[in-house]
């Protein structure tokens, strides 16, 4: 049974670029969270899919935009990178209630 | 605004000591803690607590809430290196469906010493 996957693994992109982050959730799980961890931080909750829908969002800017699709998979999007955006990205997913199964993160460098 | 504050930040301690970690919390409508360590990358699932005063317990590692005090306790005895790690602690708090959250602290980060 494979757990939460991510991709890529490592990244680094230029200010100005966009990216765009994968995950896979566990089988079974229907709901998907996305963190931004920055060194020495607790994970800081960017938003949560379920349905294809965003459910709930955490306080980022509209540069961070996502989709999940009819497989529950989903994707990460953030345009415009600054600096700032330099960060773990961590996907988690869930089925109901709180517990939640992370994925290994995307780390991602902006230069 | 809802806060979890973990206490220490960091910790060095030697093999075979036993620790004591802090969660504290203010929050709207608790509904559980949770408690997760991170190693490399991804944190993965220690305990959920929801009721006052039942320890949960897995090895050495043991949890406990006191919804009284707005906090929990995470215990690790006979520490050994593979300890170290960040251990993370989580609240759910709000109404149901959509308002529910999970607010994060910033983790402890432990180190154990040969």
């Known amino acids: 049974d494979a757990g ?7 990244l680094i992109k230029t200010r100005g670029q966009q990216v765009t982050l994968r995950c896979s959730p566990k089988s079974g799980h229907d709901t998907v969270s ?3 961890q920055a060194l020495g931080q607790g994970p800081q909750f960017i938003f949560q899919y379920y349905e294809e829908e965003e459910r709930q969002r955490g306080n980022f800017p509209d540069r961070f935009s996502g989709h999940q699709f009819p497989n529950y998979s989903s994707e990460l999007n953030v345009n415009a990178l600054l600096l700032g955006d330099s960060a773990l990205y961590l996907c988690a997913s869930s089925l109901w209630g709180p517990e939640q199964y992370f994925g290994p993160g995307t780390r991602l460098t902006v230069t | ?13 030697h093999e075979g000591d036993t620790v004591t970690l802090n969660c504290s919390y203010e929050v709207t409508n608790f509904r559980s803690l949770l408690w997760y360590k991170q190693e490399k990358k991804a944190p993965t699932f220690l305990f959920m607590l929801t009721s006052s005063g039942i320890e949960k ?9 006191d919804k009284k005090e707005l906090s929990s306790i995470l215990n690790i005895t006979a520490t050994q290196t593979g300890d170290s790690a960040i251990y993370l602690c989580a609240v759910e708090a709000g109404w149901a469906g959509n308002n529910r959250k999970l607010i994060w602290g910033l983790g402890t980060s432990l180190a154990v010493n040969p």
């Open chain 1, 4 to 10: 939460v996957t991510q991709s890529p693994t490592h």
């Open chain 1, 34 to 36: 996305w963190y931004q």
């Open chain 2, 1 to 13: 605004e809802d806060k979890v504050v973990q206490s220490p930040l960091s910790l060095v301690v």
């Open chain 2, 57 to 65: 317990k897995s090895g050495r590692l043991s949890s406990i809430l």
